[in-house]
């Protein structure tokens, strides 16, 4: 386990798995899936030395079933898999968001679809990651871009799922997990650090685990005097399975306000270079790394160019990004997919402006040339435009 | 603004799947980054056990490092014939190379006019001889870098090799640090690449 203060060599995956130790995960069930294998390695090895319990589950359905279990038993859980395994978790995730359990489901991308390349980078899961299960349902999912971020941002994802009571999907791709990095161990602030509610029910008193409060959360309880029903159908507020339209109305709908009431707080971006920028590059993950020394090219060659980095890609930062679309001339939109976000992006643009893709989908990451010779092209067809 | 920045400085150790490659990348860069610098380290292998080429990349630079990967390198530090052939174009103008000639046989000609600064010794074979095993030839290695290029201090190299092998070779790492330290004396210092150079006028 690595320290706080220390300057030391980890990489995504491990710190991954360091991170959510110190967020107080004890439970970890899994299945080995290049390139997320080594966040299982680090927590076979340092869940016992904390109390915690790691198993090896004979496949990816039973990992993310074994989590939500253990979830509710009051421990926070997670699991982690690459993009076969993801989609082999995908009921359990649908399951997760209609019991509102909190749990955190790590997806280190591979290139797909299917096995794939599991040695190569990319992000072709974005979507899968929003509407991978069936059904409307909530979802948060995060995604880091260095193994600095990675440690910290996996404690703000178990704080989102325990605030929020949701499934996080805490996306990192290989090139990240495989990346080692020198780091200085940040500190976890505690109050990054969410407890559950103790049981301090009176004796005649019963918990009303889906209760519609102000807020639309109702706290979870630790596990003891509070009995209460869990179901995948649909449920009253005490969990019961009751499948009138009027609950069934009231039940879908608080789901999707649980987000849809709490965006300022759970969205969250990085910006560099947008407040004079003429072009805005979006990029996210590791893309993001190499969109950023493109950035920091072009400012020298007097090219005004900014980056916006969504962490948080479900929900989308919509508001943010609209808004700097409109101030700028041109947007060009960097991954490793066939353009699943330029996509989303390409809905914000209200105001027509021109908006390129720079894709690959070879399993090798964009330079920062590359995006620099995007960004030319886009300058000479927007003299043209 | 900031006009000029530096490149990372790059080195890529390839060799064939099981020579220890990922291994000592691992080590020079652990090294590295107990020497404060900003150390990013990447590798690429087959899905096989042995064989196959397989590499290890490491970064470093004063500054934080953006893009993880290099596409040229200042160093490189080969162990078999068939990844030598494959990244010798990789090399830059006046970079390093270093080979084990042990399994190399030929060094293409036109290196010559790329760099000077060749340094082909049959490590692998030297350490049979010297230890009785090949095992601590990327401790060899590792010394011999430290030696030719002064890029990380030994007290870091040591202490790295302490954590990374077990106990009981201890003693017989050290002795291969020292021994790698001893093989040139020729000092070939891994040059600061300047990324921008322009000037500035406002």
Redesign the interface.
């Known amino acids: 386990m690595i320290k706080t203060g220390e300057?030391?060599?980890v990489s995504g995956d491990e710190a991954c798995a360091y991170g959510a130790i110190s967020a107080g995960c004890r439970f970890f069930a899994g299945y080995p899936i290049t390139p997320a294998t080594e966040i299982a390695e680090t927590f076979a090895q340092e869940l016992p030395r904390v109390g915690g319990t790691f198993i090896q589950m004979e496949d990816e359905l039973a990992s993310a079933c074994a989590i939500i279990g253990a979830s509710l038993a009051g421990v926070k859980s997670m699991t982690a898999t690459s993009g076969p395994g993801f989609s082999l978790m995908q009921e359990a995730i649908g399951y997760a968001a209609m019991t509102e359990t909190p749990s955190v489901f790590v997806n280190v991308m591979r290139g797909g679809p299917s096995t794939g390349m599991?040695?190569k980078v990319s992000q072709g899961d974005i979507m899968q990651a929003r509407w991978g299960t069936h059904g409307d349902h909530p979802v948060i999912a995060l995604y880091p871009n260095s193994v600095k971020e990675t440690y910290t941002l996996i404690v703000r994802a178990f704080f989102l799922a325990e605030r929020f009571r949701v499934p996080v999907i805490f996306l990192m791709d290989e090139?990240l997990g495989?990346?080692?990095?020198?780091i200085e161990v940040p500190p976890i602030p505690s109050e990054w650090i969410l407890q559950r509610l103790a049981d301090d029910l009176g004796d005649e008193e019963i918990y009303h685990p889906y209760e519609e409060v102000s807020g639309f959360i109702t706290p979870l309880r630790m596990m003891g005097k509070s009995r209460f029903h869990v179901s995948g159908l649909v449920h009253d507020e005490t969990g019961f399975p009751l499948g009138t339209s009027d609950v069934a109305d009231k039940l879908a709908k608080r789901l999707e306000k649980k987000i849809q009431f709490h965006l300022d707080e759970i969205i969250n971006y990085e910006e560099f270079m947008v407040e004079d920028a003429e072009i805005l590059l979006i990029a996210y993950g590791?893309t993001s790394?190499?969109a950023?020394?493109a950035v920091?090219?072009a400012?020298?060659?007097g090219i005004k160019v900014g980056l916006f980095r969504p962490i948080t890609i479900w929900p989308f930062p919509n508001a943010r990004l609209k808004k700097l679309i409109s101030k700028v001339d041109a947007a060009l939109v960097a991954e490793l997919n066939m353009g699943q976000i330029y996509k989303e992006v390409s809905q914000l643009n209200k105001k027509g402006k021109l908006l390129n893709l720079i894709n690959r989908v070879d399993g090798e990451?964009i330079?920062?040339d590359q995006i620099l010779q995007a960004i030319n092209e886009l300058r000479i067809q927007l003299d043209e435009y | 603004?900031?006009?000029v920045?530096s490149k990372p400085l790059s080195v890529r150790i390839g060799g064939i799947g099981g020579q220890g490659n990922i291994k000592m990348g691992?080590m020079l860069?652990?090294t590295?980054?107990?020497d404060?610098?900003?150390?990013?380290?990447?590798?690429?292998?087959?899905?096989q056990v042995r064989g196959g080429v397989a590499y290890s990349d490491v970064l470093f630079a004063q500054d934080p490092i953006?893009?993880?990967?290099a596409?040229t390198f200042n160093m490189l530090y080969i162990m078999d014939q068939k990844p030598l052939d494959s990244f010798i174009n990789l090399l830059k103008p006046n970079g390093v190379l270093i080979c084990d000639t042990t399994t190399i046989k030929k060094i293409p000609n036109f290196v010559k006019r790329l760099t000077r600064k060749v340094i082909a010794m049959p490590i692998s074979q030297m350490c049979v001889e010297k230890f009785g095993t090949p095992v601590v030839s990327n401790v060899v290695g590792l010394g011999l870098i430290h030696k030719i290029t002064g890029a990380f201090t030994i007290e870091n190299l040591q202490k790295t090799v302490a954590e990374e092998v077990s106990k009981k070779y201890y003693d017989m790492n050290m002795r291969a640090i020292q021994f790698g330290m001893a093989l040139s004396d020729k000092e070939y210092s891994l040059k600061d690449e300047k990324?921008?150079s322009?000037v500035s006028f406002e």
């Open positions: 300057y030391v060599l599991p040695t090139s495989h990346l080692r990095e020198s590791s790394r190499s950023r020394q920091r090219m400012r020298v060659d990451l330079s920062p | 603004m900031k006009t920045e691992l860069a652990k590295l980054t107990y404060r610098k900003w150390v990013v380290q990447t590798q690429h292998y087959g899905a953006d893009f993880p990967k596409y990324l921008f322009k």
